[in-house]
């Protein structure tokens, strides 16, 4: 009897012991968190697919890790990519559907020399992936501006179907003008206010309603350009259509460019004269201004647009860029802009915003 008294106040020491066993195992098991760290490195590829970056520009190297009972892979890659496609590289893009994504953090330092960037995804303040980005220099750009866009939905469909990073300027208070706008800042594509100025030898009444003329009071000025703005949402910049005569009035074009300081939109003077003072303006008034360097389409037919996006072409190899402008009426411009891109492989078509970051 007495032997089995003890053999039962023997239980709760065994069962205690071992429960304290188990927890001691438990504690010692590692945590594996490889997984998470091979779907960032697949991340990681993915954004470099989409950037269309070779193979030849990216150094790679894992690290295996062990640290408090954790096990992970720290992922290194050193990549050479054009700057403006750094922004690829976001928490979003790196840490999709990674399990318990919201334990990790990401840390971005740009160097000095703003030429390269550093990103570190974290967790548990130990470094998983280490991403190093150097800007990659780039080579001849492109900008192709459309101009006269906002009287046909038609029109524009064989330049949106083209898939191609193009520029448009668009006219107010045409039948479409706002439908326009708003069909193309959502799409993402760079869009201007063609402004209508006053030319030479002018016909106003053939320029259209909200035309700006050398005449004017600056109140009439910032009148117009405003009510302007409002009839195409979500431009980043406006280029003039016509207005030799406006352009180069100096006093006149002072009082475009205060006005665009002040609602942060760029300028391209689209070149109508060579006594231009835009260019002198923006620059007093802190404004971001380019120039057209040639017309693709002033003669309609195939054969001369394709020869001046060649010479545009050249023009920015030899400069490192360079901007041309057609017209959304003409009806060759769309399929000469088609083929020659596929010839142009050294030299990129970009939007008007990619040349405004630069200067």
């Known amino acids: 009897m007495a032997k089995r008294k003890k053999r039962t106040r ?45 193979e030849k520009n990216v150094t790679s190297w894992w690290e295996e890790k062990k640290k408090n009972r954790v096990e992970w892979l720290k992922i290194n890659k050193k990549i050479l990519i054009r700057k403006p496609l750094w922004g690829l590289f976001s928490a979003d893009n790196l840490l999709q559907n990674v399990e318990n994504r919201r334990k990790y953090a990401l840390s971005v330092k740009d160097e000095d020399d703003h030429l390269s960037r550093e990103i570190k995804i974290l967790r548990d303040g130990n470094i998983y992936c280490l991403i190093t980005l150097r800007g990659e220099k780039a080579g001849p750009s492109l900008c192709i501006i459309i101009d006269d866009c906002g009287g046909s939905k038609k029109q524009l469909t064989s330049f949106t179907q083209l898939n191609l990073p193009l520029t448009y300027a668009i006219l107010p208070y045409q039948r479409y003008s706002r439908v326009i706008a708003q069909s193309l800042a959502r799409s993402g594509s760079d869009t201007l206010l063609h402004m209508p100025m006053e030319p030479h030898k002018a016909d106003m009444k053939a320029l259209g309603k909200g035309a ?7 109140d009439e000025i910032i009148k117009k350009i405003t009510a302007a703005l409002g009839c195409v949402p979500g431009v980043k910049g406006m280029n003039n259509h016509m207005g030799s005569l406006f352009t180069e009035n100096r006093e ?85 802009i088609k083929e020659i891109s596929r010839e142009l492989k050294d030299v990129e078509i970009v939007p008007l915003s990619r040349l405004m970051d630069n200067i």
Do not use: Y
């Open 10 to 54: 023997l239980l709760p020491v065994l069962f205690l012991s071992a429960a304290a066993a188990a927890a001691w195992l438990l504690l010692l098991q590692t945590e594996n968190r490889v997984d998470d760290c091979l779907k960032i490195e697949q991340n990681i590829n993915s954004v470099l697919l989409t950037a269309g970056v070779p």
């Open 252 to 336: 006149k074009m002072k009082i475009v460019m205060t006005l665009l300081k002040k609602e942060g939109l760029f300028f391209l003077d689209s070149a109508t004269s060579p006594k231009s003072v835009c260019r002198e303006t923006a620059s007093l008034s802190g404004v971001k201004c380019l120039r057209n360097n040639i017309f693709l389409d002033n003669i309609d037919s195939a054969g001369e647009v394709k020869k001046r996006l060649l010479e545009a072409a050249s023009i920015a190899r030899k400069n490192g860029s360079a901007i041309a402008i057609g017209h959304a009426t003409r009806r060759h411009t769309a399929d000469a």
């Open 212 to 218: 700006l003329s050398a005449e004017m009071t600056g």
